[in-house]
């Protein structure tokens, strides 16, 4: 009965999964109460890519970003992206 959160540190999402799929997951992992908050917080730290990366690194690391700014958004935590 106890809140927690979880931290998240990273810079790309490369997974086969897309981000909705990610987001109803963890949606009913961590499903919100009567008045809206979640038991578990959610933050997250996005690393830079160098803009001279390959380009599957740029598309990783914008769909990284998106991730995180929607997980973070709905599990009330803050994202934070290092340029």
């Not at 931290?7 to 499903?31: H, L």
């Not at 919100?32 to 001279?52: L, N, W």
């Amino acid at each position: 009965n106890k809140k927690i959160s979880i931290y998240i540190f990273g810079d790309e999402f490369a997974g086969e999964g897309s981000v909705k799929e990610v987001i109803k997951v963890v949606d009913r992992i961590n499903p919100k109460d009567a008045d809206g908050k979640t038991k578990i917080r959610i933050h997250a730290v996005g690393f830079p890519i160098p803009p001279t990366a390959p380009q599957h690194f740029q598309i990783t690391s914008r769909r990284f970003a998106t991730l995180m700014r929607e997980l973070t958004h709905k599990n009330g935590g803050t994202f934070v992206a290092l340029n």
